[in-house]
């Protein structure tokens, strides 16, 4: 009957509850740059916003987009909700921490994790979620993430058998997304930020009602499905198979016929 006791179980079966999401959309964007630049990039991170029942909900770019000159800078850009949150660990194997996002309502689709050599050496490697442990080197550069207690996220990482081991003074750099799952669905209006690509003369428009926001997986979701995903083994061979892989990427679904 609690939640965290249910995540221990389904831990067992090597199930990972499904975190909440964003909802997005995509916006056609037209720039009107000074002068005649190339390109121009929108950054990643840029800000958009929105107003449910009273409440202010941001809506960002996921990743950097470039406008072309040659299509007079006008492209499509995708906004997903939530806010962006970064935290850093530093690695000590004398005093080892726990790499939690202390957090709930954590987009986990969003986490990006990177693995800075130390404070003086800031070059970097990205260290990618490992979905199949079958192709897992002892060099991967992968992280595993875990729900722990009060539905917040854990990252870990191998131990130079199965995964990479960050090594003392390396810096984890934990960047995600805190979003407000199922209340950013259904929103055709924005507010723009005061500039996109360093300019502030540009048009937006929406292209669809925001969709894809969920919140995160309840008790009586995890019971049901952690035994069924066990079942499954990531593969997709039986319609049941189809329906839980379906189901496990797409938290909006209410239902499916497979």
């Known amino acids: 009957q609690i939640r965290d006791s249910v995540v221990s179980r389904a831990k067992m079966l090597n199930y990972t509850p499904r ?10 964007v037209t720039v009107t ?4 630049p190339e390109s121009v990039t929108v950054a990643k991170d840029t800000e958009f916003s929105a107003t449910v029942d009273g409440e202010t909900l941001k809506f960002v770019t996921p990743e950097a987009y470039t406008l072309l000159s040659s299509n007079n800078y006008a492209g499509t850009i995708t906004v997903t909700e939530g806010r962006p949150v970064t935290h850093r660990f530093t690695v000590n194997s ?3 921490v726990r790499y939690t996002l202390p957090n709930e ?24 979620l490992a979905s199949d442990i079958t192709e897992v080197q002892a060099n991967s550069a992968v ?7 009060d539905s917040q996220y854990e990252i870990t990482f191998g131990d130079n058998v199965i995964g990479k081991a960050p090594v003392d003074n390396n810096i984890i750099i934990a960047q995600y997304r805190i979003c407000n799952g199922t ?17 502030t003369t540009f048009t937006t428009s929406v ?7 969920a919140n995160n997986e309840t008790i009586e979701s995890i019971k049901f499905n952690a035994p069924k995903n066990y079942e499954t083994q990531n593969r997709a061979v039986l319609s049941q198979d189809y329906k839980r892989l379906v189901l496990r990427d797409n ?7 497979v």
């Open 33 to 36: 740059p000074t002068g005649a």
């Open 94 to 96: 004398n005093a080892p």
């Open 19 to 28: 975190s909440a999401r964003g909802a997005s959309t995509t916006l056609a």
């Open 251 to 257: 938290g909006d679904i209410q239902s499916i016929s």
């Open 105 to 128: 309502d954590v987009d986990t689709t969003s986490i990006l994790v990177d693995v800075q050599t130390s404070a003086s050496d800031a070059s970097s490697t990205r260290y990618n």
């Open 143 to 149: 992280y595993f993430l875990q729900e722990v207690d």
């Open 183 to 199: 209340d950013g669905n259904d929103i055709n209006s924005f507010t723009d930020p005061s500039s996109i690509g360093g300019s």
């Open 207 to 213: 292209n669809a009602s925001t969709s894809g926001g």
